[in-house]
């Protein structure tokens, strides 16, 4: 299984702070890493798919980059409806893979 | 905009077979690929499996012995279910939908619903 690594697993933040989530694959995975946004009792959200593609209708403030086996989820400008809790996955191997999460909350 | 929902047992008795059922609200069952994803309580996402709109299914490897995901297109539902269930299958389970392209995500999920396995 290709293993992926989240750091950090919490961080506290305030309205206005760039926010940098990392995560890093236990091998070479290309661009095939996605970032979703989960809140307690709301359905998940896709953020970015294979590394940098900005999933329709999200703001500009989410960005993707990396490549191989590192990869970052920037958060440039946070807004209080980003308080959440973040996830990268790998999708280009099965058994499909996440990261262990990154909680943002309030400083 | 696609909705998906999750139902089933809140509770599920240990060595019993846990069943859910997700919902689709149109008709795009024929298209794409269905998942179920879990967390456990305070651990991360764990993906179960996957079924594709041709039939052919895909489990993770721990759960392949227990795990069978099947889809209704009549329904316009899929379904999971976990053999001889023990505490640690204790989870919210989401259903979501498996895009492949552009890329391969999940790109709409349910809202998740939570399983306890007890007792």
């Known amino acids: 299984d290709i293993q992926v690594t989240q750091s950090p697993s919490s961080l506290s933040a305030s309205v206005g702070d760039r926010v940098t989530i990392t995560c890093r694959a236990s091998q070479n995975i290309g661009i095939y890493l996605n970032w979703y946004q989960l809140k307690p009792g709301k359905a998940p959200n896709l953020l970015i798919s294979a590394t940098s593609r900005l999933h329709s209708g999200l703001p500009s403030r989410f960005s993707g980059s990396g490549s191989g086996t590192d990869f970052t989820l920037t958060i440039s400008g946070l807004q209080p409806e980003d308080f959440a809790t973040y996830y990268c996955q790998q999708s280009y191997d099965t058994p499909l893979t996440f990261g262990g999460g990154t909680k943002v909350g309030v400083k | 905009q696609v909705q998906l929902q999750e139902s089933g047992p809140g509770l599920v008795k240990p060595s019993e077979t846990l069943s859910l059922t997700c919902t689709v609200s149109d008709a795009s069952i024929n298209t794409y690929y269905w998942a179920w994803i879990r967390q456990p309580p305070g651990k991360g996402l764990e993906w179960i499996g996957h079924m594709t709109y041709s039939g052919s299914p895909s489990y993770h490897p721990s759960l392949k012995s227990r795990v069978s995901i099947t889809l209704d297109a009549s329904h316009k539902q899929f379904s999971l279910k976990v053999n001889s269930v023990t505490a640690a299958d204790t989870a919210i389970y989401y259903c979501?939908?498996?895009?492949?392209?552009?890329?391969?995500?999940?790109?709409?999920w349910g809202q998740g619903t939570e399983v306890i396995v007890s007792s």
């Open positions: 979501a939908r498996n895009r492949q392209d552009p890329d391969d995500t999940f790109d709409i």
